[in-house]
């Protein structure tokens, strides 16, 4: 009989082996309390939180956890069914008018989760006879609504503006295109030329779609993203984002303009099949998004805390994904799997916590540590992240 988890042996070949180094396993860490946006308890130290994507540090916000704390008292803990039967609350309504009028756009849909939202909308607009027109380093739960949808999907090379224009000019004539990029690449923190890209993919008919996920919030004068920034947002069909980065808490939507998108709720089955966030989470987000509006000084903090961040780690001599600060995503490129769980594990023990990304999820077999800057941050906490990385890159070898 075929053991239906054999395609898996050389990911457990590859878990075990690292493990069997004596690292500690950097998938399984627990946080045993969460004391602020930046910092928490992690096997019994205080540790702080470089890894959370809290870019704007939402999550103990007292405003937003009185609205949550109010919508367990008044609509109990979950709604038991999809928006389309017996689950949108009032709470849900105020969310989608909070988004409309962060984005100034006149259609909001929230989805469960920032996947959902992706794999719904694709999966929906896109489908059989359809082209999507797509970046190669996508997010999973793109190319998922993608392979869902059915329609004929075209990569092109990360970031390459004539590599996209080429994919575009093959497409027949007459058949529906869909252009999928995203603001922020969450693995590298790198940007996309969305204002090029965007003005190709107009030239030849196509609709754009934008994951805005790792910019909303922080990036553009109003937080609303790499597509604002660019001065090309009312070029953009779809803005997908996600409640679970700078809202602080979980779900995810799409925004737009078009006429016809509220047929969407009808026909997407990802929203329609899929019981709706509590009233506790579209309380929370609601509120959260209503301040993100008002939140200038959070952002420029931000930026500042992650322009300090790059230029002191460039300066200790770590390789970094990115030439200059593009987002609040920095990426450490370590040398292999092994050393990059080294210095993982030697920055735990100094009191900090990152994301250990590693193969295949990561471009080009990559081993990374990311670093996700919170507008929380104080300028003295990235000084002690830098001392840190300083001594853990001295003690793993990677400097």
């Given at each position: 009989?075929?053991?239906?988890?054999?395609?898996?042996?050389?990911?457990?070949?590859?878990r075990s082996d690292l493990l069997a180094t004596g690292?500690?396993?950097?998938?399984?860490?627990?946080?045993?309390?969460?004391?602020?946006?930046?910092?928490?308890?992690?096997?019994?130290?205080?540790?702080?939180?470089?890894?959370?994507?809290?870019?704007?540090?939402?999550?103990?916000?007292?405003?937003?956890?009185?609205?949550?704390?109010?919508?367990?008292?008044?609509?109990?803990?979950?709604?038991t069914g999809s928006r389309c039967l017996n689950g949108?609350?009032?709470?849900?309504?105020?969310?989608?008018?909070?988004?409309?009028?962060?984005?100034?756009?006149?259609?909001?849909?929230?989805?469960?989760?920032?996947?959902?939202?992706?794999?719904?909308?694709?999966?929906?607009?896109?489908?059989?006879?359809?082209?999507?027109?797509?970046?190669?380093?996508?997010?999973?739960?793109?190319?998922?609504?993608?392979?869902?949808?059915?329609?004929?999907?075209?990569?092109?090379?990360?970031?390459?503006?004539?590599?996209?224009?080429?994919?575009?000019?093959?497409?027949?004539?007459?058949?529906?295109?869909?252009?999928?990029?995203?603001?922020?690449?969450?693995?590298?923190?790198?940007?996309?030329?969305?204002?090029?890209?965007?003005?190709?993919?107009?030239?030849?008919?196509?609709?754009?779609?934008?994951?805005?996920?790792?910019?909303?919030?922080?990036?553009?004068?109003?937080?609303?993203?790499?597509?604002?920034?660019?001065?090309?947002?009312?070029?953009?069909?779809?803005?997908?984002?996600?409640?679970?980065?700078?809202?602080?808490?979980?779900?995810?939507?799409?925004?737009?303009?078009?006429?016809?998108?509220?047929?969407?709720?009808?026909?997407?089955?990802?929203?329609?099949?899929?019981?709706?966030?509590?009233?506790?989470?579209?309380?929370?987000?609601?509120?959260?998004?209503?301040?993100?509006?008002?939140?200038?000084?959070?952002?420029?903090?931000?930026?500042?805390?992650?322009?300090?961040?790059?230029?002191?780690?460039?300066?200790?001599?770590?390789?970094?994904?990115?030439?200059?600060?593009?987002?609040?995503?920095?990426?450490?490129?370590?040398?292999?799997?092994?050393?990059?769980?080294?210095?993982?594990?030697?920055?735990?023990?100094?009191?900090?916590?990152?994301?250990?990304?590693?193969?295949?999820?990561?471009?080009?077999?990559?081993?990374?540590?990311?670093?996700?800057?919170?507008?929380?941050?104080?300028?003295?906490?990235?000084?002690?992240?830098?001392?840190?990385?300083?001594?853990?890159?001295?003690?793993?070898?990677?400097?």
């Amino acid at each position: 009989m075929t053991d239906l988890f054999s395609k898996f042996d050389p990911l457990i070949a590859m878990r075990s082996d690292l493990l069997a180094t004596g690292v500690t396993d950097p998938f399984s860490l627990v946080m045993e309390r969460v004391i602020s946006p930046t910092v928490a308890v992690c096997n019994g130290r205080e540790t702080i939180l470089l890894g959370t994507y809290n870019y704007m540090g939402m999550t103990f916000d007292p405003d937003v956890i009185a609205a949550g704390k109010q919508a367990l008292d008044d609509f109990g803990a979950g709604t038991t069914g999809s928006r389309c039967l017996n689950g949108t609350y009032a709470g849900h309504k105020a969310v989608e008018a909070a988004l409309c009028d962060f984005y100034a756009m006149d259609h909001a849909m929230v989805f469960s989760t920032g996947y959902q939202a992706n794999l719904g909308i694709i999966s929906t607009v896109a489908g059989k006879g359809d082209y999507i027109i797509l970046d190669i380093d996508s997010h999973a739960s793109i190319w998922d609504g993608c392979k869902m949808g059915d329609a004929e999907v075209v990569p092109f090379k990360h970031n390459d503006i004539e590599a996209m224009e080429k994919r575009l000019r093959r497409v027949p004539e007459g058949a529906g295109i869909l252009v999928v990029l995203e603001g922020v690449y969450s693995m590298m923190g790198d940007i996309a030329p969305l204002k090029e890209m965007i003005t190709i993919a107009k030239k030849y008919g196509a609709m754009v779609l934008v994951d805005e996920a790792h910019s909303m919030g922080f990036i553009g004068p109003n937080g609303r993203g790499v597509a604002e920034d660019q001065g090309v947002l009312d070029q953009v069909d779809f803005v997908i984002g996600t409640f679970s980065k700078s809202v602080g808490t979980v779900g995810g939507f799409c925004v737009s303009n078009h006429p016809k998108f509220e047929i969407l709720r009808l026909v997407c089955r990802p929203y329609v099949f899929t019981a709706s966030l509590p009233p506790s989470v579209v309380a929370t987000a609601a509120v959260s998004i209503g301040k993100l509006k008002q939140g200038a000084a959070k952002r420029a903090h931000l930026w500042e805390n992650s322009r300090t961040l790059h230029a002191g780690l460039k300066a200790l001599g770590f390789q970094l994904g990115t030439e200059t600060p593009q987002s609040a995503i920095i990426s450490v490129i370590m040398p292999d799997l092994e050393r990059g769980a080294g210095m993982w594990e030697a920055l735990l023990h100094e009191g900090l916590y990152v994301n250990l990304a590693r193969p295949p999820a990561t471009p080009a077999n990559m081993t990374l540590l990311r670093c996700s800057l919170c507008a929380e941050h104080s300028a003295e906490q990235v000084q002690t992240i830098i001392g840190m990385f300083e001594r853990a890159g001295k003690l793993a070898g990677i400097i």
